[in-house]
């Protein structure tokens, strides 16, 4: 009677497929399943120079023999590394208008508070609104409104990062990455503990243990003071400079919609637009918004001062 192996059912198909991207890689995966629990009277070196002389995606075959060698020894583990990893709700993209702005007023609440998110919607809605009178058949303003009203209100200060650092997503990636005990290390450049390299007067980034971890647990839960008299943070220029530019988008925002009409309409959703160019932190960020307040100054002139339309005659 021939000798009989047990044999493990492994989805072999999803596997490679998972791991490499292409189900064609199916085929090597099974020869080094197979070869690992010896099956295959060949030398491993053998089955990579036949590979070679191939001289078909050398590089992607081997790669192929080698997983199907890991899940020979452990399918458990190598089924675990070929499962999608779960994205936080945060990283999905919305699918609609409607639950972009209701997953940006969410957002708002918990970085602030409820108040602080009304204050965005009521603008959303009153842009909505307008657009709808002023320049019927037209999309993009409102839209437009929401996505970059929202930048400029959820700047990342010392309690924004404090909070993204303690709201659990964080710690869930570390443990997901490495195990055992973990010693960390913050490299940031607060504008209240920083110093300005001497050559540039940029904020040159400091070092801090894993002590600054519990400071940020303390931070994200005082991240209502934020903007009042009692915050010790807003008081750099940045910050100032973040709270000013909110008022100042608020206010650009009223001159559009006073002046809406459909012929301007593309105009004032480029307008509405100007934040998406303000990007970075620090010295880059103050880079960004001049180009982006320049940019500003010559769409607002085109707005305020329309050319004439040509007649058909002329």
């Known amino acids: 009677m ?77 089924e675990a590394l070929a499962k999608p990893r779960q994205e936080p709700p945060s990283l999905h993209l919305s699918a609609t208008p409607e639950e972009m702005i209701a997953r940006r007023i969410a957002f708002l609440t918990d970085y602030q508070d409820a108040a602080y998110a009304a204050r965005y919607q009521a603008l959303v809605e009153r ?31 010392e309690y924004e990062v404090a909070r993204l650092y303690t709201n659990g997503e964080f710690v869930a990636k570390l443990r997901q990455q490495f195990e055992g005990n973990v010693r960390l290390r913050f ?34 839960k005082l991240r209502r003071l934020r903007g009042t008299p009692l915050d010790i943070f807003g008081y750099s220029a940045e910050r100032r400079l973040e709270r000013r530019l909110i008022t100042d988008y608020e206010a650009l925002i009223d001159e559009v919609l006073a002046g809406l009409t459909a012929d301007n309409h ?29 940019h500003q100054a010559q769409l607002l002139a085109l707005f305020r001062n329309p050319t004439p339309r040509r007649s058909a005659a002329g």
């Open 2 to 78: 021939p000798l009989v192996r047990p044999v493990r059912a492994v989805t072999v198909l999803a596997l490679a497929t998972a791991l490499l991207g292409d189900s064609i890689a199916t085929n090597l995966f099974m020869v080094g399943y197979a070869w690992q629990k010896g099956l295959i009277p060949l030398s491993i070196e053998a089955i990579d120079r036949a590979i070679e002389l191939n001289g078909v995606a050398v590089g992607a075959n081997k790669k192929a023999m080698l997983w199907g060698r890991r899940a020979a020894h452990d399918v458990q583990a190598v």
């Open 127 to 157: 842009v909505r609104a307008a657009e709808t009178e002023r320049a019927p058949g037209r999309a993009g303003l409102a839209e437009a409104v929401a996505r970059y009203y929202f930048k400029l209100l959820a700047y990342k200060d």
């Open 187 to 220: 490299h940031m450049a607060p504008p209240l503990l920083s110093r300005r390299d001497l050559e540039t007067g940029h904020l040159q980034k400091r070092e801090f243990g894993g002590w600054l971890f519990h400071a940020f647990r303390i931070a994200a």
């Open 266 to 294: 593309r105009l004032a959703v480029d307008l509405a637009s100007v934040p998406e160019h303000i990007r970075g932190f620090g010295h880059v960020k103050e880079q960004h918004l001049a180009q982006a307040m320049t």
